[in-house]
């Protein structure tokens, strides 16, 4: 991890897939760094706060949709309604299969809509893609 280099911000409630993104994130070297939350509102809290030091904006935002206190969609809404927020890439990275979850996403404007794969092998080819696409390890 390079200082100063903005992290990634993981929302996501699943312990289990929070593991697989920190062993995938440290096999691969990724210089952003992995800043989690569990979960919409914590999601905003960590954005909206006032100290940048210790919550530097985020590169780009991975999202599940399903999660307690507050959805990934209802949180992707609040993102993209807000100026200071609405210019970092948001990725819905979710297990769901829901036709209308997918069409909601983009209709509240997410920038790529990725289902998840079931294994850690296939988490880890998708991640790469991201990273690829969205040059994480090469801008500054």
């Keep these: 991890m390079i200082k100063g280099t903005p992290p990634v911000l993981l ?3 699943s ?3 929070v593991r697989f993104m920190q062993r995938i994130w440290k096999r ?3 210089v952003h760094p992995l ?3 569990h979960h919409g509102q914590q999601c905003l809290d960590y954005l909206r706060a006032e100290d940048k030091q210790q919550n530097p904006p985020p590169r780009l935002i991975l999202m599940d949709i399903r999660m307690p206190v507050m959805n990934g969609i209802e949180c992707l809404r609040e993102i993209k309604s807000d100026a200071e927020l609405a210019h970092i890439p948001v990725v819905m990275l979710t297990s769901s299969k829901d036709q209308d979850d997918l069409n909601q996403s983009f209709a509240e404007g997410c920038n790529t ?3 998840k794969p079931s294994t ?3 988490l880890t080819v998708t991640i790469e893609k991201i990273c ?3 040059e994480l390890n090469v801008l500054p």
């Design 113 to 115: 809509y990725i289902q």
């Design 132 to 134: 690829a696409y969205w």
């Design 35 to 37: 800043v989690v939350t």
């Design 15 to 17: 312990a289990h897939e």
């Design 120 to 122: 850690i092998e296939d």
């Design 28 to 30: 691969h070297d990724i």
């Design 11 to 13: 929302v996501e409630d």
